[in-house]
């Protein structure tokens, strides 16, 4: 049985309820690009909202951490991973939470306590030294020099604010040496394995820590890192996860993976993570702005990696690498099944893209660097607007040659350049701030209706993006894969024209199944959670008629967002 199933028969055997991994793209938080930890999909349940499933989770969750997109190479640095994670949520705590952590380790995956060692927060000026944990890992058996008190890296948080605590750390000794008696944090042949978060406080916009509503476990291990040790290797591609995707490269380029490993690493790590952005239910496509933007780069970059082992480019060697990756991953993450050509389409029109202009980039490079020059802001903003170079390409082409780049100046023109292209679309809706006014609010009431018709007309995979509001008409963003047809728009608007004439109101909620059951409602299933249901709640409109809604405009708002413009007459 492999780690992930493992994990979660033993949390479960603990009372835990199997969650499904959230989306890649957060739903509710515009703050990220990307879920970086399987924490933060479950941030309200943390802040106190009743979490469906109970109290007690556990879960794979895919993570995308695009910080360390330079380190990605090396034997251990990923973009995408999978993190396993137990919670808590008011329910047991740093008792029940360490116990099973080291029964997991030692009882299940049977690592040596020998190999083990931990980190208690040590305590500062606002928030006590953990005793507790402390104690309970010296009950355990583990003996004093094995757990160490610090301060600086006991502490969670996942970027300024939000739910946060000490926490516990399990390091395992990776390495064939003898394992030292006492543990010392700083040596780096300790790697930590598990972070047992004790999510307690809230820390707010003014750096304020308040105690949470109730006390939380918040428990993550990552799967990679974990094989790998499980496994016995000190390189993470050469465990069980990316054997596989490794050979097929060497197989694809008849090159040994010693003396290529940069690039092999490269180009399997990148086309995973493209492969889980693009299949994601929020419709990613390849852009220069967000999400869109890494998956652009992810795939810009794999391709020049494949050029550097001289695979021929516009062969099919992306979609057999791509293939093995749906394949290995599609029972775990179902979208893998759904977007399964879709992901292939991606990748196949990124780099017919990209393909069209590499070679006269690559020339413009050359001649850029020519007399050993470095390369100035305009240089790499050429590069990066004419020829669709992302800035990290240009870097590194740059860097083999010992150059610089300047990318301070680039992220300025950057910069400039996207506050263009914003004020260019906020002109077009001059006074787009939404008001008060009672034909506001009739456009308000518009929406809802507007967003469970489509649901309903094109599926249940449509999500509202965003919408704005005038006196004059209502614009609304939703995720969907496709223009809509004809026949979907004047479904859409006959339905909520119906639902004005009836006077109905309708709203979109999601609930369990049973709640939704045992309150009669009717209603839809979703994805998401497979006991999870959408329940569309009609309600009365108290105010006068609308009017007649009337759809104007369908676009393409952004990759795989639609827009719609609309009126009521
Ligand atoms: N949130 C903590 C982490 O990401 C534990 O899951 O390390």
């Not at 929020?282 to 020049?304: C, E, H, M, V």
């Not at 990209?354 to 070679?359: G, Q, S, V, W």
């Not at 809802?448 to 999500?463: M, S």
Request: aromatic share 10%; proline share 4%; hydrophobic share 35%.
């Amino acid at each position: 049985m492999n780690l992930k199933d493992l994990y979660i028969d033993f949390f479960v055997s603990k009372g835990h309820k199997q969650i499904p991994s959230a989306p890649v793209v957060p739903e509710n938080d515009p703050s990220v690009l990307f879920n970086t930890a399987g924490m933060q999909p479950l941030i309200p349940y943390l802040m106190g909202q009743e979490h469906p499933y109970g109290k007690r989770l556990c879960d794979y969750q895919k993570c995308i951490r695009t910080i360390d997109l330079d380190a990605v190479g090396d034997t251990t640095h990923h973009t995408f991973f999978e993190m396993l994670g137990n919670w808590s949520l008011g329910d047991y705590f740093k008792d029940e939470s360490i116990a099973w952590s080291y029964e997991f380790l030692t009882d299940c995956l049977k690592i040596p306590v020998n190999r083990l060692a931990f980190t208690v927060f040590a305590g500062n000026g606002d928030i006590p030294f953990d005793e507790v944990s402390y104690n309970k890992w010296l009950s355990l058996g583990i003996k004093k020099e094995r757990i160490a008190k610090t301060v600086d890296d006991n502490f969670w948080i996942a970027g300024d604010i939000g739910p946060c605590g000490g926490d516990t750390e399990i390091f395992y000794w990776r390495s064939e040496e003898e394992v030292p008696d006492k543990f010392d944090p700083k040596d780096e042949r300790w790697v930590e394995i598990w972070n047992n978060v004790f999510m307690q406080y809230n820390k707010d916009q003014d750096g304020k820590i308040t105690e949470l509503p109730k006390k939380n476990v918040d428990t993550g291990m990552g799967v990679e890192r974990t094989t790998a040790i499980l496994e016995g290797v000190n390189d993470n591609y050469l465990s069980s996860i990316w054997k596989d995707v490794i050979d097929l490269i060497c197989e694809i380029s008849n090159l040994p993976y010693e003396g290529n490993e940069l690039s092999m690493r490269i180009i399997a790590d990148h086309l995973r993570t493209a492969v889980f952005i693009a299949a994601d239910p929020a419709g990613i496509k390849p852009s220069n702005t967000d999400q869109g933007y890494i998956l652009r780069r992810l795939i810009r970059r794999a391709i020049r990696h494949a050029k550097r082992l001289n695979i021929d480019i516009n062969s099919n060697w992306d979609e057999l690498i791509a293939k093995k990756l749906l394949n290995k991953y599609k029972e775990y993450y179902k979208e893998l099944e759904y977007n399964y050509d879709l992901v292939l389409d991606v990748l196949k029109n990124e780099k017919i893209k990209f393909n069209r202009t590499l070679e006269k980039g690559l020339k413009v490079f050359e001649k850029t660097v020519k007399n050993n020059a470095n390369i100035d802001a305009d240089a790499a903003f050429h590069l990066y607007d004419t020829y669709g170079f992302p800035i990290e390409l240009t870097v590194e082409l740059a860097t083999e040659r010992g150059l610089k780049v300047d990318t301070k100046g680039f992220e300025q023109k950057f910069k400039e350049h996207q506050a263009l292209s914003r004020t260019a679309s906020a002109g077009k809706f001059k006074g787009g701030l939404a008001g008060n006014g009672e034909i506001e609010t009739k456009y308000h009431t518009a929406t809802h209706l507007l967003n469970a018709a489509l649901k309903l007309v094109v599926g249940p995979d449509v999500h509202q993006k965003g919408s704005n509001i005038t006196s004059e008409r209502m614009r609304f963003d939703f995720s969907c894969d496709h223009k809509l047809t004809d026949e979907e728009k004047q479904k859409t608007e006959q339905l909520v024209n119906q639902w004005i004439t009836d006077g109905l109101d309708v709203t979109v909620k999601q609930m369990p199944k049973e709640e939704a059951i045992k309150s009669g409602a009717e209603c839809m299933f979703i994805e998401k959670y497979p006991d999870i249901v959408t329940v569309y709640s009609i309600g009365d409109i108290s105010k006068e008629l609308l009017g007649v809604f009337k759809i104007k405009k369908e676009e393409a708002s952004s990759a795989g967002v639609r827009r719609i413009k609309a009126i009521l007459k």
